[in-house]
């Protein structure tokens, strides 16, 4: 009798490597798993026969964060998508995260994922999509994302990812934190933004100099980033054994940072989720930096995560 082997709830595992860096990414979602340097991870990372826990590592497409109620309406026709929180009534981080991507191509250091997103509970649009992780001996993680719009309608369309960055300590109080955003976004109770990006300065939300996190509790989605020549906006996470910095490529115009308070006592406050977006919560429906995507149109957005070990 033939035994079964049983197969990881998130798939086929892509591992690459360069120089001292090593990581995982996931049939499931095309997500980031695991990233590590040295030995050490830099991410929150979970098992591979174990979900995503709290959207660690996750590709958020077409849309990231929530929108209100899963209603938006968009050259003239107004859609209703499957409401995934639905505790708070909002549809949330796209419908690719739970999708099962294909091996585009594969090198030591290189993977890259597919997916053809068809036709969904509404979003009756078709999207060409790759996901594309790069380890540098010298760089480290740098991960791609493109979409082209392979339907006959124009398409709206947004992006983010969801990592967990760690400085190797338990929890992240004691890490210090810069941010390099300039004005934060407030929302309701369900996470649904009220008002106008207002600034940071004289708030628990400014972290434009480095400093300890302490008990600062963050959910909240900053933009006004400054970027270095190259056009990236950088923050880093320190702790006494180094530091992780992540980078938002041009196009990212915003972050949301979350320190992780709601989340189960086995990962409160463990990592610090610092999600690059190329729109805020509600775009959908706000209008807000929303790209629209014509037939045959593609873009193409980039972060990446680097060691600076002590």
């Known amino acids: 009798m033939t035994e079964l082997t049983a197969e990881p ?3 086929t595992q892509h591992d690459i490597a360069a120089g001292e860096y090593r990581a995982t990414v996931t049939e499931l979602g095309a997500g980031l798993r695991r990233l590590s340097f040295r030995g050490q991870p ?20 077409p849309w990231p964060n929530r929108i209100d109620r899963g209603r938006y309406s968009f050259a003239g026709a107004t859609y209703q998508l499957d409401l995934s929180e639905p505790a708070a009534g909002n549809a949330i981080h796209g419908v690719t995260r739970w999708a099962n991507w294909l091996p585009g191509s594969q090198e030591a250091s290189r993977v890259e994922l597919r997916l053809v997103l068809h036709a969904h509970p509404g979003y009756p649009f078709c999207l060409d999509l790759s996901a594309s992780y790069r380890l540098s001996a010298d760089d480290g993680l740098t991960v791609s994302v493109t979409a082209r719009n392979g339907g006959s309608r124009t ?13 190797g300590t338990p929890l992240i109080d004691g ?22 990006p207002q600034d940071v300065s004289g708030t628990p939300f400014d972290f434009r100099t480095a400093k300890v ?49 709601a989340l189960e006592a086995g990962r409160r406050r463990r990592a610090l989720a610092i999600e690059p977006m190329t729109c805020p919560p509600n775009a959908f429906v706000t209008g ?14 980039s972060w990446g995560i680097v060691a600076r070990q002590s």
């Open 42 to 61: 830099l991410i929150g990372e979970y098992a591979a026969d174990e979900p995503p826990p709290a959207g660690s590592g996750e590709l958020l497409i």
């Open 213 to 261: 996190i302490g008990d600062t509790r963050l959910d909240h989605a900053l933009t006004g980033l400054s970027r270095d020549p190259a056009g990236r906006a950088w923050a880093t996470l320190s702790g006494p054994g180094g530091e992780v910095a992540f980078w938002a490529g041009e196009g990212y115009h915003w972050l949301q940072v979350f320190t992780g308070d």
């Open 9 to 11: 709830l998130t798939g």
């Open 175 to 196: 890490c210090e934190l810069r941010l390099p955003a300039s004005r934060w976004l407030a929302s309701d109770d369900r996470g649904i933004p009220v008002g106008d």
């Open 288 to 301: 807000t930096d929303l790209l629209t995507l014509a037939p045959g149109e593609s873009v193409t957005r």
């Open 155 to 167: 398409a709206p369309y947004g992006t983010g990812s969801h990592p967990y960055l760690t400085a």
